[in-house]
């Protein structure tokens, strides 16, 4: 426990599954958190010291809500949408804040991000022109199938595969609904190796913390591919290294990053990378949990100790990170569940008494149902388990373990979980 931090009030705006781990750091190191969303059930609230009702998009209501609680810092959950607005409330709150206005406005919007990155050098998922109008002139240039997303979601929110023409407005009308600001992109739907590129910024020194593969579902055609796992560190870091690293360094000077952590993610066919999306922000998949077991240092706290004290800490990256995981193997592993009300839960609690896993993040519990327009977004995640291990081989089989023993099953007996991916090809052990 830090002594510095002791009894200090962090608020933290946001309050879905994925910020509970961010709250139980802060209660660890003896913070008082104060977490706020527009829904008074949500998970993250139950960890917090103190909850509040107050909705993360209402700036006036969490300057209020900061000033008459009297805290010391602010610091936003996992939740791209709240990170304009968590760079807001600092400002009148003349708080430490990792984030800037320029770079919310550059890292918030797809389309805003992907301009900004075709100006360094870094190509984004090829586009077709496209309005909500769905001009016949501009319909008739589009080669299917395509990806329709709106410019300004996250977790797969509004995204749809088009494989024809009546499934293309069907998507429009899906992604505007989504979008506050009613517009959306249609990209080539790209049918090749995605991959998560991870970075760390401390007092303007980036480190690519961890670059690793994703592997997504295939059984829900028609909708955003939502993840099943990664593992790390990629098989085409070398080509990372060589074609990507420095054209992300100059596109991050030039956007004026300091502090925090971001994550890009990208496609690449075998020659080049095609970026996609970005989140200037702790990732609902938590990489920083492998990293806090194999570099040591934890980007949860350093983003905690910055919305105290405006430091990230001692942390030396050049010396601490770690790309290539000292020789190390990891994985992230994904349970997704199907429709349905989840009555029995079984293998989940395995992984306690097993020192390769080193978390597991539970969304869904007996007795939740998964709704239909939960599929293809991250909603339908049960629970996320983090492994690391001494090499492939071993990576593999405890993949392989849980796989097979996490059931979940319906009021019928129905097993509800999606399969997974195959860790012998995901490794290059077949």
């Known amino acids: 426990m830090m002594s510095d931090l002791i009894g200090?009030?962090?608020?933290?705006?946001?309050?879905?599954?994925?910020?509970?781990?961010?709250?139980?750091?802060?209660?660890?190191?003896?913070?008082r958190t104060l977490v706020t969303s527009n829904r008074a059930g949500d998970p993250a609230k139950k960890h917090a010291w103190r909850a509040f009702d107050v909705d993360g998009l209402d700036v006036e209501g969490l300057v209020g809500l900061a000033r008459s609680e009297r805290v010391d810092g602010v610091l936003v959950g996992v939740a791209d949408i709240l990170v304009p607005v968590y760079c807001a409330v600092c400002e009148r709150l003349e708080l430490p804040c990792y984030a800037t206005r320029r770079i919310t406005e550059i890292f918030s919007r797809k389309d805003t991000f992907k301009a900004f990155c075709e100006r360094h050098g870094i190509r984004g998922i090829p586009e077709y022109h496209l309005d909500e109008n769905m001009r016949a002139e501009d319909v008739e240039r589009i080669i299917f199938p395509v990806m329709v997303k709106p410019v300004d979601s996250c977790s797969g929110l509004g995204m749809t595969v088009a494989y024809d023409v009546n499934e293309l407005r069907a998507g429009v009308e899906k992604a505007l609904r989504v979008s506050k600001s009613r517009r959306f992109l249609v990209e080539k739907y790209m049918r090749c190796d995605d991959m998560g590129l991870y970075y760390t910024f401390k007092d303007g020194y980036c480190s690519a913390s961890c670059i690793y593969d994703r592997y997504t579902t295939d059984e829900q055609p028609g909708l955003s591919r939502v993840c099943l796992g990664g593992t790390y560190p990629s098989k085409h870091i070398d080509e990372y290294f060589e074609k990507m690293h420095e054209k992300a360094l100059r596109m991050f000077r030039d956007?004026?990053?300091?502090?925090?952590?971001?994550?890009?993610?990208?496609?690449?066919?075998?020659?080049?990378?095609?970026?996609?999306?970005?989140?200037?922000?702790?990732?609902?998949?938590?990489?920083?949990?492998?990293?806090?077991?194999?570099?040591?240092?934890?980007?949860?706290?350093?983003?905690?100790?910055?919305?105290?004290?405006?430091?990230?800490?001692?942390?030396?990256?050049?010396?601490?990170?770690?790309?290539?995981?000292?020789g190390k193997y990891a994985a992230t592993l994904w349970f997704l569940s199907r429709c349905g009300k989840i009555v029995r839960i079984e293998g989940l609690d395995r992984w306690r008494d097993d020192p390769r896993v080193q978390a597991s993040i539970q969304r869904?519990?007996?007795?939740?149902?998964?709704?239909?327009?939960w599929i293809g977004t991250e909603k339908q995640v049960l629970a996320r388990l983090y492994l690391v291990c001494d090499d492939k081989r071993e990576l593999s089989n405890a993949l392989k373990y849980y796989m097979s023993t996490v059931r979940a099953f319906d009021e019928a007996g129905n097993d509800l979980l999606l399969k997974g991916f195959d860790p012998d090809e995901a490794l290059g052990l077949k």
């Open 255 to 326: 956007a004026g990053i300091m502090n925090g952590v971001l994550m890009l993610s990208a496609f690449f066919d075998g020659n080049e990378f095609y970026v996609y999306d970005t989140g200037f922000r702790l990732q609902g998949e938590a990489p920083h949990i492998l990293m806090k077991a194999i570099h040591g240092f934890d980007q949860a706290e350093m983003l905690i100790r910055f919305a105290l004290t405006g430091s990230e800490g001692d942390t030396d990256l050049s010396k601490e990170d770690d790309a290539r995981l000292r």
């Open 364 to 373: 869904l519990y007996e007795g939740d149902e998964v709704l239909t327009d």
């Open 8 to 31: 200090k009030k962090l608020l933290i705006l946001g309050a879905n599954p994925e910020t509970v781990p961010l709250v139980e750091k802060a209660n660890d190191m003896g913070i």
